[in-house]
């Protein structure tokens, strides 16, 4: 059992920048990913990486902007954001997965944290 712990959000304004933390119990041998959900919207993945991995996949709207890392030391991964628009606003998720595949499709993710509500004002 795995159990996913979030951090680091917030109210920002927009342009500004969060880092976002997900702190996992125990050892992560498993994909890692960073999804978010707006109200009346879809979880939608916005990055994921490989426990093997060094290179995180990352979505088109979030390359540039959002950037997704690890630290298996620390059995934590994060979400630097920058450049945050309003349309950001959103509860965001950290998610696990078995095996070292990475896929962008929620269902396919085993253990989920509680949500970080991140909120950027315009």
């Known amino acids: 059992q795995v159990q996913l712990v979030e951090s680091g959000g917030g109210l920002v304004q927009a342009g500004g920048s969060l880092r976002l933390s997900c702190a996992a119990s125990g050892r992560i041998t498993y994909t890692m990913a960073w999804f978010r959900q707006a109200p009346g919207q879809e979880r939608d993945v916005i990055a994921a990486i490989s426990w093997i991995g060094d290179s995180p996949y990352h979505t088109d709207s979030a390359k540039g902007r959002f950037t997704m890392s690890r630290d298996n030391a620390k059995n934590t991964v994060y979400l630097q954001m920058n450049s945050l628009k309003p349309e950001d606003t959103a509860v965001y998720y950290c998610?696990?997965?078995?095996?070292?595949?990475?896929?962008?499709?929620?269902?396919?993710?085993?253990?989920w944290g509680q949500g970080t509500q991140v909120t950027v004002s315009s």
């Open positions: 998610a696990a997965r078995r095996g070292a595949a990475v896929t962008v499709t929620p269902q396919l993710y085993d253990y």
